[in-house]
């Protein structure tokens, strides 16, 4: 076929590589390229990419120029220092301590928590997911009731009782401690579609032909859930900054020497600050907003890309 | 269909049984022992090792356990530290508080989300539908806490429209019952609202998605060509073959609601058993703490059991495992 072709036509064999390549590309983008059309397609999208890329970074580099000790000394001199003065842009708490400079590095320790949470967690759900889909019987049912078990407990006073056992906990264990309780939203996601994907004649088939039951799983199943996990992992990095900040303003997230957004909106549990003092929590509140809302909507935006039906970007 | 209910009973006894040892454990793991708050400074410490040994404190956690559970099933759940009265009476007088704005905001919840949800799926991919989604997004995303501190912030401080601390006002408790009912019905107004303004999304979501598939069934189109008119077919066709399913939200939503009493009640200082944990975690009064972590765990294994046996009794497809 291939000579008979090379025979009767003009195109040259350097040409039909490239051109075979090209349709190639074509009939099946890559998963970078569809995401990528799929911001180009939607403006919003694309704001809402730069603003968190654009912020992460700011205050990922921001915090290191920062002394945080130094800044949480109380400083008399500051006490409720108001907003838009050149030496406190957002004012000062009742420490005298800047409100901009805390918001900076409460925000690197809050983002820096939920990153660790979501890799963390998501890992570990990824996997349970996919096995407890993979493997049906008794392995499946046996996965199933640790899940059950697990979605019964308590989650918010299950974390603040073993917060409070640890006697010297710092953002590691914390991390840690919160991933023991999220996993399970990612796990019963992973492993509908894997129960599905186990179906399927390709998996049957390298099943049938010997192939290790890890292989099949980690090689054959995981990159065509690919785009649903990054999926998750996006809406869950979101979700996952509430619970982080949720803690720490209950008092049971990071210690109070140490900034972040849940404790600086803490400060409006005084009724002199929520009225008065605004600028001590309100700025802390509108962020986690702001940054809650940009992430899902990039998720929103991943989602459509996942899904042939929904995507606005001009693929074709 | 009771096969499988009896089955969902079977597999709850050993989940309780595992949360009751597990919670045991952690109660032990707390700094602290059960004298550090009735003892006077100047107590001997032999005294204090005599009142351990005799109260079993030495034993391995075993048998100690087994007492526990004992005393549990005699509605003895031990003496709280702080308040110095017994755990029992301390969350009965908090539970009615919890209890009833959780109701509250599930009533009120299902009262925004069900128009919601019909509307959504009437007319879908129009605009209406497109402001609904937006409208559920932006619930969904933003965390619950933001929500209640701004809340409090701009119509409970602001405006001064609504009560920011307590669950019944000074003048109204010691006055008739009428009164009393309207200062506590006020003092859930605001938390009630914000929580079901942003606890709608799953509902909404769920009652669109049946309703669109609803639109194209047979069932429908025969209704249609009968000649009943679109509002009838919406109300008694669709919107009552939904509803089932719909309820059984109401029991999944329970650990929601709980999990968010903590936040709702700490911003609002509204003494329920949410602010009575977080209050007993500072002063590690761990016998109520326990009994809490006891209490919300099994209140959760009932929402779930209930919700699952509901959708087993619509759903038959549940019921072949």
């Known amino acids: 076929m291939a000579e008979n072709f090379e025979q009767h036509s003009d195109v040259s064999a350097a040409d039909l590589a490239r051109l075979t390549q090209e349709a190639q590309a074509e009939a099946t983008p890559s998963t970078a390229k569809i995401i990528w059309s799929e911001f180009k397609a939607d403006k919003p999208a694309m704001a809402a990419l730069f603003i968190i890329v654009g912020f992460i970074l700011f205050v990922m580099i921001g915090a290191l120029f920062i002394n945080t000790p130094k800044m949480m000394e109380t400083n008399i001199m500051g006490y409720f220092n108001q907003p838009f003065t050149p030496e406190y842009w957002l004012g000062a708490d009742s420490g005298g301590r800047s409100v901009a400079k805390q918001l900076i590095v409460g925000s690197r320790n809050s983002i820096g928590i939920a990153i660790g949470l979501t890799v963390i967690s998501s890992t570990f759900g990824i996997c349970w997911g996919l096995i407890s889909g993979y493997f049906n019987g008794y392995i499946d049912w046996g996965m199933q009731r640790v899940y059950d078990f697990m979605m019964m407990l308590p989650m918010t006073m299950m974390i603040i009782v073993l917060v409070t056992i640890i006697p010297h906990y710092n953002s590691v264990t914390l991390t840690l401690i919160f991933s023991i309780f999220y996993w399970e939203g990612t796990s019963r996601l992973i492993r509908s579609r894997t129960l599905a994907e186990s179906e399927k004649d390709y998996v049957s088939a390298s099943r049938t032909s010997g192939t290790n039951h890890w292989k099949i799983i980690f090689r054959e199943i995981m990159p065509n859930i690919s785009s649903l996990i990054i999926v998750d992992c996006t809406l869950s990095f979101a979700e996952n900054i509430g619970v982080e900040t949720g803690l720490s303003y209950l008092g049971f997230g990071l210690p109070s020497q140490t900034p972040s957004l849940g404790t600086m909106i803490a400060n409006a549990n005084d009724p002199n600050n929520i009225t008065q003092y605004w600028w001590t929590w309100l700025p802390a509140a509108l962020e986690i907003i702001i940054l809650c809302l940009s992430i899902s909507y990039v998720g929103q935006v991943l989602r459509r890309a996942a899904d042939a039906s929904q995507r606005q970007g001009a693929a074709d | ?321």
Not at chain 2, 27 to 42: E, H, L, R, V
Not at chain 2, 70 to 96: M, W
Not at chain 2, 197 to 213: A, H, K, M, P
Not at chain 2, 292 to 315: F, P
């Open chain 2, 1 to 321: 269909m009771w096969k499988t209910i009896l089955r969902r009973f079977l597999i709850m006894i050993p989940e309780v049984i595992i949360l009751s040892i597990l919670v045991f454990l952690l109660a032990k793991a707390m700094p602290g022992d059960p004298f550090t708050g009735s003892i006077n400074p100047k107590a001997d410490p032999q005294q204090i090792h005599h009142l351990m040994k005799i109260n079993g404190l030495y034993d391995p956690w075993y048998q100690q356990y087994w007492q526990w559970v004992v005393h549990l099933f005699h509605g003895n759940l031990g003496n709280s530290y702080q308040y110095q009265e017994p755990v029992t009476r301390l969350i009965a007088g908090r539970a009615g508080n919890t209890l009833w704005l959780a109701l509250f905001t599930m009533i009120l919840t299902y009262a925004f989300a069900l128009p919601m949800g019909v509307f959504a799926g009437r007319h879908e991919g129009k605009l209406p539908d497109t402001i609904i989604r937006v409208y559920t997004y932006v619930t969904y995303c933003i965390p619950f806490f933001v929500i209640l501190v701004i809340g409090i912030w701009i119509f409970g401080y602001v405006f001064g429209w609504f009560p920011t601390t307590g669950s019944i006002s000074a003048e109204a408790s010691g006055s008739g019952w009428l009164q009393t009912i309207g200062s506590r019905f006020y003092h859930i107004l605001l938390p009630g609202i914000l929580g079901a303004l942003f606890g709608t999304v799953n509902i909404v979501q769920y009652l669109r998605s049946e309703v669109i598939d609803a639109k194209g069934s047979d069932y429908v189109r025969t209704a249609r060509s009968k000649g009943v008119p679109s509002k009838d077919i919406y109300r008694h066709h669709i919107f009552r073959n939904s509803l089932l399913p719909i309820a059984a939200f109401a029991g999944y939503s329970i650990t929601g609601l709980l999990n968010g009493s903590i936040f709702t009640e700490t911003v609002f200082s509204y003494p329920g058993m949410g602010l009575l944990f977080v209050n007993s975690i500072s002063y590690r009064d761990y016998t109520v703490i326990t009994a809490l972590v006891l209490i919300y765990g099994i209140l959760n294994l009932i929402g779930t059991l209930l919700s699952d046996i509901i959708l087993s009794i619509v759903d038959p497809r549940i019921r072949i495992e």
